[in-house]
């Protein structure tokens, strides 16, 4: 499997110039947007804090906050689990977003 680092950078290599009307496409807005979520629990869950909903901004903001939620779930020293749970989670966002 490839480390969570390396796919984040993927993900945000394929969708960071995405214009408003490909991130609606099929859902592909919230399937990210859930994504966000997801790192935001695992790096709450890793620092010993409640899991609080992350704010739904506008699509073109994905990118961003996925950056900031990755970065924020690296420095909060994951297990090895929450890692491979977060890696799988973004591989399989990026190999589904252009396939439906």
Request: aromatic share 4%.
């Amino acid at each position: 499997m490839t480390d969570f680092a390396t796919s984040i950078d993927r993900l945000l290599n394929q969708v960071r110039y995405w214009e408003q009307p490909r991130w609606q496409v099929d859902g592909r807005n919230d399937r990210t947007y859930a994504l966000v979520q997801l790192l935001a629990d695992l790096g709450a869950d890793a620092e010993g804090h409640p899991r609080r909903p992350v704010p739904r901004e506008h699509d073109m903001i994905l990118p961003d906050q996925l950056r900031v939620m990755a970065d924020d779930l690296l420095a909060a020293g994951p297990s090895d689990a929450a890692l491979d749970e977060a890696a799988a989670a973004v591989d399989d966002l990026r190999h589904n977003l252009d396939r439906r």
